[in-house]
């Protein structure tokens, strides 16, 4: 019985010219917007990847200098993108590509593509995510809104109750005949992206698509069972369509909009110049703001002559300059730390807060799941800042310690180092977290998703009964 039901289903979308006509603009457009996403990506990926291996050998090409004003010479690191961020885009247009690493400062990141954005594109990119997150749901409401409602319009549904057909029987029928209906317009996109994906990335690629298939098959699954619950009990199919569209709207506009400002409002952020000021502050006179650089130097220098029992600094066994240099940096480091680890809680705590409007919206939880596994989220970028934040410390370390092992007394700043120096910096690499930490990072995401899906399964087992008139 389910099967036929699936079947006359499946049958009157499949002739219906409408469902023709939709499914081929949003096919399309999932197509196109994964197809030149993908274009854009490997371009962009070729260039960031010329752009490495260029700062690299500038590094290493650099002339027999002082190892200080080597470490302010400094080199880009650029943040590479897993292939799948050609679907989902994520932060990464507002938070930078690129990081300039140097003696005394953790820099912001620069070249954000949304500041180049036109008007138009300040209304968000249109990806292949995009399209999955907002058109698909659109397109299932139309497909299915009148599934019950128009056929109580029709007086078809008074026909099937005569005959005994089970509500549950003829819910489970028409859901299958809208998702067969829905997969001819899925199954090619996804071969084309798996093909994409697995040329690429090869079978981890393959193992995060498959991971993101999932969660948008299961988002679809919760539309698709609300759809059918909302056609189920209106009235009439223009009752259906109009709350349908309500909820269209609410889920994808309204609720991820008022739960981003919400969550901007309970947990506000420094501009980029009060964070600027207070680290520069933090710097001068400490995070206590009872220590300045005067006083740290005037004990350091102390404590060395006391620790090695000699009356200045030239008789230390060491270069002064050097190691008090390190010890800055390493102040510094304390400095960046405190301050750039309240900045990440902030946003953390802006993504938890966010994760509460996924209770009147499942999109909510989707796009933190889709950006995960795409590479693109906030703590996948956090990583990778750690990461090249990490690498600049190694740098200005080995910088500093070549000037307090080899310099002589007072020549600090006159000691000069080759290529030898330059090379025993081994070349920035990066490594993205793996899927496991994305399903870590976001397991709320994914139960909030289950639940909504537990919920649609519950209400529509409950749905026993249907008016037929």
């Known amino acids: 019985m389910i099967r036929e039901i699936a079947r006359k289903e499946f049958r009157e979308l499949t002739r219906d010219g409408r469902f023709r006509l939709s499914a081929g603009i949003v096919g399309g457009l999932l197509l196109v917007a994964s197809l030149a996403g993908f274009t854009a990506w490997r371009e962009q990926a070729a260039q960031r990847d010329a752009a490495q291996n260029s700062m690299q050998a500038l590094w290493f090409g650099q002339p027999a200098k002082n190892p200080h004003s080597a470490a302010h010479y400094g080199l880009w690191a650029f943040k590479p993108q897993l292939p799948l961020s ?11 590509t690129a990081s300039w690493l140097e003696a005394h400062r953790q820099n912001e990141f620069r070249f954000r593509p949304a500041m180049d954005a036109t008007a138009a594109q300040r209304f968000g990119d249109w990806t292949a995510a995009a399209v999955l997150q907002h058109l698909v749901p659109l397109l299932i409401i139309v497909l299915a809104f009148g599934a019950f409602a128009g056929e109580r319009e029709r007086g078809t549904l008074r026909q099937l109750a005569s005959l005994g057909v089970p509500t549950r ?17 899925l199954i090619p996109v996804a071969v084309v992206g798996s093909a994409l994906v697995l040329n690429a990335m090869g079978a981890d690629g393959l193992l995060r698509l498959a991971a993101m298939t999932a969660v948008y098959l299961a988002y679809f699954g919760v539309v698709l069972g609300a759809t059918l619950l909302v056609s189920a009990k209106a009235r009439t199919a223009r009752a259906a369509l109009v709350v349908l569209l309500a909820a269209w709207a609410v889920n994808g506009i309204v609720a991820p909009r ?3 400002d919400v969550a901007r409002m309970a947990h506000p952020t420094p501009t980029a110049r009060e964070f600027t000021a207070e680290v520069q502050t933090a710097l001068a006179n400490g995070i206590d703001g009872h220590s300045p650089a005067s006083a740290r130097g005037k004990t350091l220098e102390d404590s060395l002559l006391k620790a090695y029992n000699v009356a200045k600094v030239e008789e230390l066994p060491f270069n002064f300059n050097g190691f008090a240099m390190q010890r800055g940096e390493e ?3 304390e400095v960046f730390d405190h301050y750039f680890d309240e900045l990440w809680s902030t946003y953390a705590a802006q993504d938890r ?3 509460l409007g996924a209770v009147a919206s499942p999109l909510i939880a989707v796009r933190f799941l889709s950006m995960g596994i795409a590479g693109t989220d906030a703590a996948q970028h956090r990583a990778f800042a750690t990461s090249a934040e990490n690498y600049r410390r190694e740098l200005n370390k080995k910088m500093n310690d070549a000037i307090a092992e080899n310099a002589g007394a007072g020549q ?4 000069q180092a080759d290529e030898t120096l330059w090379r025993s910096l081994e070349p920035f690499t990066y490594e993205a977290p793996g899927l496991g930490s994305v399903w870590r990072t976001h397991l709320v995401s994914a139960v909030v998703l289950l639940l909504w899906m537990g919920l649609v399964a519950v209400l529509t087992r409950r749905s026993t009964s249907l008016a037929v008139v």
């Open 412 to 415: 600090a700043f006159t000691y």
């Open 169 to 185: 029987a003829l819910m489970t029928g028409k859901a299958l005949g809208v998702a067969a209906a829905l997969a001819l317009l």
């Open 258 to 260: 008022l739960a981003a």
């Open 331 to 333: 102040h510094g480091n």
């Open 353 to 355: 807060s966010q994760l």
């Open 86 to 96: 050609f679907i989902d885009r994520g932060v990464d247009p507002y938070v930078g």
